[in-house]
């Protein structure tokens, strides 16, 4: 079974790719990727010298190339590819335009004439908008993004959604909550932190840090995500959450005691524009239906975490570009020298 896996050299997708890898040697995964600044090949290095995957460098918004790659017998797609950044997606909407939404059509265009037997559209929390104190969503929950990121995998959910009732196509859409892990780009909330920690560097949190996030561990999300390739019922959207809510002040906290680094490394920033406050998912239906439950630990899952970043920095150093400097610089300087 040939299964295309979009993305797959980033950081949900590359833990996909060697879950299914290690766990169904029957499976020949094929990735394609664009290698953008968040996407790394030497993260797949070996799958692909060692001839377990096939390795496409293409963009999902050319047709042509698309097309290629979904002409080559492919059974299955699981999409993942996507610019992901809430703050890039305020700093500059186009590209996550062009991505989330004209490249999943270009997709869903090509699977549909390809004839794929079974697509997972690889969505976030984050359509939903936000939460109050209470509460949690569930699949029923009206979509109200608000950012452009996520307005345009808000857009790129309906896009799949009109394709499984216009033309009966076979899709799925998961909807999972804050992803941690090794190997997600040093962009993100935990690995920027410990980084920053490691070298001494302030930790810029927005506003009061008491903004709440839903945490799991990405190995359970690539669980939940081969579960629903395989057993998913067409036109179901399956909510992925791990149980864990934590403020972002906790998970800040808990990276310095991780590290033996002091608060002093804290510096409180202006809040970004739009914030959601508060994400909690309810995984009720993928638990009942498909049997699915998280396994990692919380607590044992954000240690692993820290001491993986802290023992692999050369890969750190690799993929964090001059571009990744920039928009740091860019995004975060005037916060920093204010709150100083």
Not at 113 to 120: A, L, M, P, Q
Not at 162 to 190: D, W
Not at 202 to 215: A, E, I, Q, S, T
């Amino acid at each position: 079974m040939r299964i295309l896996i979009t993305g797959g050299a980033g950081f949900i997708g590359s833990n996909l790719v060697r879950h299914l890898c290690a766990n169904r040697p029957e499976l020949r995964p094929v990735v394609l990727d664009k290698l953008t600044y968040a996407g790394n090949f030497e993260t797949i290095r070996d799958l692909v010298e060692g001839d377990r995957i096939e390795f496409v460098r293409g963009d999902i918004c050319d047709p042509e190339c698309v097309d290629r790659v979904l002409g080559s017998n492919i059974d299955a797609v699981l999409h993942l590819a996507a610019e992901s950044h809430v703050d890039r997606s305020i700093h500059s909407a186009a590209e996550f335009v062009r991505t989330n939404v004209l490249g999943t059509q270009v997709l869903l265009e090509a699977a549909l004439r390809h004839g794929v037997k079974r697509y997972v559209q690889v969505s976030t929390d984050e359509v939903y908008g936000s939460l109050g104190p209470e509460g949690l969503f569930t699949e029923e929950t009206p979509l109200d993004p608000s950012s452009p990121y996520s307005a345009s995998k808000t857009a790129a959910d309906l896009l799949v959604q009109a394709y499984v009732r216009t033309h009966g196509f076979p899709a799925m859409i998961t909807r999972c909550s804050n992803n941690y892990g090794p190997h997600q780009f040093p962009e993100k909330l935990i690995p920027l932190f410990t980084l920053n920690a490691m070298d001494d560097k302030p930790l810029p949190l927005y506003g009061d840090g008491k903004n709440v996030r839903d945490w799991i561990h990405v190995d359970d999300h690539c669980r939940a995500l081969e579960l629903v390739l395989e057993r998913g019922e067409v036109g179901r959207v399956y909510n992925v959450g791990g149980g864990n809510e934590r403020t972002n002040i906790e998970i800040t906290q808990l990276i310095l005691r991780a590290l033996g680094k002091p608060q002093s490394l804290i510096k409180r920033v202006t809040d970004r524009p739009g914030h959601d406050r508060r994400y909690a998912i309810d995984s009720s239906r993928i638990e009942s239906e498909l049997g699915w439950l998280p396994q990692v630990d919380f607590a044992e899952g954000i240690a692993r975490t820290v001491d993986w970043y802290r023992n692999n920095l050369d890969w750190c150093k690799r993929i964090i570009s001059g571009e990744h400097e920039r928009f740091y610089d860019a995004w975060y300087g005037r916060r920093l020298a204010e709150a100083d």
